[in-house]
């Protein structure tokens, strides 16, 4: 699968302007071709106002995890305060912008022996379900879908399925021509 169709499949409810950020993982089975549709899409990207960074690199296994997220509403996001004190509270220090935010996120990933649950919070995830998730250690829910819903399922269940069927148009756009550059939202 072509990093574009990646991104589509992945990352539409975040070119569409649905949602703040998507992540995924990628395993490239040409590692220069990889590299070359990367910066490809990046500079795409940069000219509507979203970011596509790496996140995290395995050596062992050559897979990454691709973050795809909109510079405008991912700096609101973690610049409200509720955001900003339960990433302090989970031993984030302060941050000038959302780069250095990501750079601890990154190293967190890198360097943490369990998975940094926080990153919900980073994906625009309700801050009540991130905090539900950790709290239940992933049980007890109230819905899942693309994420474990610990509030109000019918709310979840609306917005999971704004997801899949934007997922659906852009897979079907994309599959008759339309490019990532037509696809994205400008931020």
């Given at each position: 699968m072509?990093?574009q169709?990646?991104?589509i499949?992945?990352?539409?409810?975040?070119?569409?302007?649905?949602?703040?950020?998507?992540?995924?993982r990628v395993q490239p089975?040409?590692?220069?071709?990889f590299?070359?549709q990367?910066?490809s899409c990046?500079r795409?990207?940069?000219g509507r106002?979203?970011v596509?960074?790496?996140?995290?690199?395995?050596r062992k296994?050559?897979?990454?995890?691709?973050?795809?997220?909109?510079?405008?509403e991912?700096?609101?996001?973690?610049g409200r305060?509720?955001?900003?004190d339960f990433l302090?509270?989970?031993?984030y220090?302060p941050?000038?912008?959302?780069?250095?935010?990501?750079?601890?996120?990154?190293?967190?990933?890198?360097l943490?022996?369990e998975?940094p649950?926080e990153?919900?919070?980073?994906?625009?995830y309700p801050?009540?379900?991130?905090?539900?998730?950790?709290?239940h250690?992933?049980?007890?829910f109230t819905l899942?879908?693309?994420?474990?819903?610990y509030g109000?399922?019918?709310e979840?269940a609306?917005q999971?399925?704004?997801?899949?069927?934007?997922?659906?148009?852009?897979?079907?756009?994309?599959a008759?021509?339309?490019?990532?550059?037509q696809?994205?939202?400008?931020?």
């Amino acid at each position: 699968m072509s990093l574009q169709a990646a991104l589509i499949e992945h990352g539409s409810p975040t070119l569409a302007g649905l949602k703040p950020a998507s992540l995924f993982r990628v395993q490239p089975e040409d590692e220069a071709d990889f590299v070359a549709q990367f910066l490809s899409c990046r500079r795409e990207l940069e000219g509507r106002g979203l970011v596509l960074t790496l996140l995290k690199g395995c050596r062992k296994t050559g897979a990454y995890l691709v973050y795809l997220y909109r510079k405008a509403e991912l700096e609101a996001l973690l610049g409200r305060g509720e955001h900003a004190d339960f990433l302090r509270e989970m031993g984030y220090a302060p941050w000038k912008d959302s780069r250095g935010c990501l750079r601890q996120l990154a190293a967190r990933l890198c360097l943490e022996g369990e998975f940094p649950h926080e990153i919900g919070v980073f994906l625009g995830y309700p801050l009540a379900d991130v905090k539900g998730f950790i709290r239940h250690k992933g049980k007890n829910f109230t819905l899942c879908g693309c994420w474990k819903c610990y509030g109000d399922p019918k709310e979840a269940a609306r917005q999971f399925r704004r997801f899949k069927d934007c997922t659906s148009d852009y897979r079907r756009r994309f599959a008759g021509g339309a490019t990532l550059k037509q696809l994205t939202v400008a931020a």
